[in-house]
């Protein structure tokens, strides 16, 4: 089936959009993609409501129709008619994700979804796992896991988007079991969970500090110094010692990284929150049943040159983008939604004690028919 996945990630930076041939299980073609970025005045009415406060009512009307523009404009440059799209995997927005309360919200009106493009939709993916004791991410492991399908493992996928989560895929993770209805993972061939901070607190800082939206390519980083003193006391922080399954709400490290590099000149600061997030990952890699042979870096943060030679060296080996696979490390999350959609209407496992902690492999998602 084609379907279309669509991610409103917790950078606030836009929505990703992209078109997967796929029956839930194999991936048999990965489509066009693109990404439109929220004009600044959405993007504060987003951030505006994280946590749950203010017009969420309204801003999520308003984040449904963009997203139904995106989704236009993707069949539009594909030469693609709605209906040959079977289904659309909407992540929509987190606005507060609490598991340990059995709570997450994404915000995204699946009805008015549907009722806009005349595409069937999926959303709420996050819910019955969370529901029933896991932590309702990451979900991209199972589609990491369809793609590496003849990679060398262990392999490494890390996504640095707003907050960093890592897919570590063993021997036993990949191989004729597929990843059907008998689950994934139960021989201890996969494991997920999120890392610490992606880029969400350098985009902050540089808000602040330079009003830009971020630091593009790490270009200000890398005229900064990186405090390693700082780097060591934040990696005492009691969540890096945690076992996974984990998983963050983007501001989880918001003061306590913010108090670790208050006063600092711009681009150390810049530096120094590059150097955190690639900490949080050696951190996470201590985790890990068996080392990684390669590592992938797929999110935003692979275009953050700091970031990447900060994980070269702290992991003692070479990070490469998911390009060197043939990826799209830009799409990818969309990508995993669309696969996820596909997987959920079928009723297929979409999370699985080593991804999420659920108690055993579930399904979830809401369909909403036209
Ligand atoms: N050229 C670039 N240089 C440096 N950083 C970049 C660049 N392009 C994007 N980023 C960073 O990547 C982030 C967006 O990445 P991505 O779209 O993968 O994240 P997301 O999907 O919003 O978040 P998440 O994966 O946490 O849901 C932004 O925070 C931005 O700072
Ligand atoms: C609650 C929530 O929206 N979490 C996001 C966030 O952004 C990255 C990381 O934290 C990841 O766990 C998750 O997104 C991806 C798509 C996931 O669920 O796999």
Redesign the pocket.
């Given at each position: 089936m084609l379907a279309l996945g669509l991610?409103s990630?917790?950078?606030l930076d836009g929505v990703d959009a992209a078109l997967v041939e796929t029956d839930g299980e194999a991936v048999e073609r990965l489509g066009p993609s693109l990404t439109v970025p929220y004009p600044p005045e959405r993007r504060e009415a987003l951030r505006a409501i994280l946590g749950g406060v203010g017009d969420v009512a309204g801003v999520e009307r308003d984040l449904t129709l963009f997203h139904a523009e995106v989704v236009k404009r993707l069949l539009r440059e594909a030469g693609v008619d709605a209906a040959q799209v079977g289904l659309i995997g909407f992540?929509g927005?987190?606005i507060a994700?609490r598991?340990e309360e059995r709570r997450?919200w994404?915000i995204g009106d699946g009805a008015l979804l549907a009722a806009a493009t005349g595409i069937t939709v999926v959303n709420e993916?996050?819910s019955d796992d969370v529901a029933q004791g896991g932590?309702?991410?990451?979900?991209?492991?199972v589609?990491h896991r369809a793609l590496a399908q003849g990679l060398k493992t262990p392999l490494a996928v890390l996504?640095l988007?707003?907050?960093?989560?890592i897919?570590w895929i063993g021997k036993a993770g990949i191989g004729k079991a597929g990843i059907g209805k008998a689950g994934i993972g139960a021989d201890g061939g996969l494991l997920?969970?999120?890392t610490g901070p992606?880029n969400a607190l350098i985009d902050d800082w540089m808000l602040r500090h330079t009003g830009k939206a971020l630091d593009d390519g790490g270009s200000l980083a890398a005229t900064g110094r990186m405090n390693t003193g700082k780097i060591a006391e934040f990696l005492t922080h009691p969540y890096f010692a945690r076992t996974p399954p984990k998983?963050?709400?983007?501001d989880d490290f918001a003061a306590f990284a913010a108090a670790l590099v208050a006063g600092m000149e711009a681009a150390d600061g810049a530096a120094t929150l590059a150097g955190f997030t690639a900490a949080a990952v050696s951190a996470a890699a201590r985790h890990f049943p068996a080392a990684a042979e390669r590592w992938l870096i797929c999110?935003g943060g692979r275009h953050n040159k700091v970031i990447m030679m900060a994980l070269t060296s702290q992991l003692g080996l070479p990070v490469e983008p998911v390009e060197a696979v043939g990826w799209d490390g830009d799409a990818m999350?969309a990508q995993?939604?669309a696969f996820l959609a596909v997987r959920a209407a079928r009723g297929l496992p979409i999370t699985y004690p080593e991804t999420t902690g659920a108690p055993r492999p579930l399904g979830g998602g809401r369909v909403h028919r036209v």
């Open positions: 991610m990630g917790t950078s992540h927005h987190t994700h598991p997450t994404q993916f996050r932590q309702g991410a990451p979900l991209v492991p589609f996504n988007g707003g907050v960093g989560n897919t997920a969970f999120d992606g998983s963050l709400d983007r999110g999350e995993a939604f």
